[in-house]
């Protein structure tokens, strides 16, 4: 960390100490509260696409667990935050088993029901002292200090938040941060990688609830009395526009975003009155307006421009590639030579009443590359989605490595060592082109999402960045390791598509129309990495519309027409073929 972030953290720990008014100070604890929740946001909607306006019911969850155990049962509140705790994990984990499997408007919409139910709920318990809530909730005390002034719970809010957010930056930068961020581009490319998606939209849903629940349980014990007013809808949309304003995709924009919405709704209060002549909760109006013209000019949040005036004081991390001496990743058993990899036994897929792929029968062996081509519309991204488990069967049977695998997700399929490319490239643009890469690596490595806050896991990273760069040199971009994928042209993109692939240890790997928009010497080199790739064992299946590409680099093609398969035969039979002539243009001559 740069000498000059050392001294605003200093700046930011002396605070309290200097002769600043009060109010100051409770400022900032309530920015402090704030950020914690919002930290949350960023990581569930931010970086996982997941909408959520219930955060605040898990805000009161966690005070009204520490306020009711404190004063009810004279339960010490260190006690207080894990039960809290585990009670915000059994709700969550609830929640996310009836919210998680909606998309599109229907999980924001869940996420009010559910924030306005458990609102309801807390107004209306008895035990809970109803609409008055809990008073006389008792002040924390640390190792014999009284945390019990603004100016000395202050340091527990702040250590808690920067804790927070260190734990959320470890975490986006590793093997499970990666995957989480891979969320947002949809699940097929993540699934196809061996990720399960479901799985990683539970764990960033229950880690933003435990945020949440951490500054619940300081908020009861700072404001020393709990009610559900601070836990309705209303700080649910609150603490979303927070998170927007900040800029929602960006850990640090979750503490710039909570002190421009605290610091701007307090004016407003005082101002609003004073230029209208009137009272009322007009800042709602203002900050409805402010959101829109947020999400025009700067959708991106505040932080991004703020971060340039700042960069001298934060530190800003130095691409350098610093996995020389990393262990290899562990590699699977290769296939035989010759060895039956993948068997499609007539093969039917449906849409209604649409037959895509009508009883398609083809084999692929150890060693071999295997062309799959037709006209548009013949059917041959269809048959890659029902071979790799994108799409399921309507009938007939796949069996890979001796194994019948349809009717198995595909990231189960990815296990047993098939790996694919797409046809419509799936890359994360902001992440850099390594990072990406490294994405393929997922299914050789194990550390978790605990093991990455905690930041246990850089051996294993290491492991998996040393891959990414294998790969890259191997298809001729290791120089643009450190670019966002987004940054480069199309052709480039399909070749780290193949890096990424490749990094999976594959036995069967799957290329979907690979050479599309590829110039002449970039095509020359992939048939060079695909042969090389041949040569070391690894077997490739492969749609393309080059027909020279396709000729020149294919052991067997496999042709399809309207669904169906036309030929099965050597580059030299299919282009000696009067069906397949027929097929292209429309006549035998």
Known sequence: MKKPAWLLLALLAALPLLPV??????????????????????????????????????????????AYLSTKLGWSPWINLWVGLALTLVAALVLGWLTLRMSGHYLPLATIAWCLSINYTMANTEALGKYDGLLGVPALNFFGIDLNQGRSIYYLIWALALLGAWALV???????????????????????????????KVIIFVIAALYAAVSGWLFAHFQRTVNPSPFGIKMGIEYLFM????????????????????????????????????????????????LVLALKYAPDGLWPGLRGLFARLLPTPVPRADWQGALALPARDKPAAGELLLEAKAVRKTFGGLVAVNDVSFSVHAGEIIGLIGPNGAGKSTTFNLVSGVLGLSGGEVHFRG??????????????????????VKLIPEMTVLENVAIGGYLRSGKGTLSAMLRRNRAEERQLFAEAHKQLERIGLADRMFEPAGNLALGPQRMVEIARALATDPALLLLDEPAAGLRLKEKQALAAVLRQLKGQGLSILLVEHDMDFVMGLTDRIVVMEFGTRLMDGTPAEVQASPAVRAAYLGTEH
């Open 21 to 66: 008014p009060e109010f100051w100070i409770t400022q900032l604890n309530y920015i402090g509260l704030y950020s914690i929740v919002v930290l949350g946001l960023v990581l569930l909607t931010g970086v996982g696409g997941l909408t959520s306006f219930g955060q605040a019911a898990f805000v009161g969850i966690g005070a009204y667990a520490t």
């Open 170 to 200: 470890n975490l986006l930068d590793s093997r499970a941060g990666r995957a989480i961020r891979a969320l947002k581009s949809g699940s097929v490319m993540a699934e196809a990688m061996g990720i399960s998606t479901y799985r990683y």
């Open 243 to 290: 998170a927007v304003v900040g800029g929602v995709g960006h850990v640090w924009g979750a503490f710039t975003g909570s002190a421009v919405v605290k610091v701007v709704e307090d004016q407003l209060q005082v101002w609003l009155p004073k230029l209208i002549g009137t009272s009322g909760n007009y800042e709602i109006i203002v900050f409805g307006i402010a």
């Open 403 to 424: 194994q019948r695998v349809d009717g198995l997700p595909s990231r189960q399929i990815a296990r047993r060592g098939l790996s694919r490319t797409f046809q419509h």
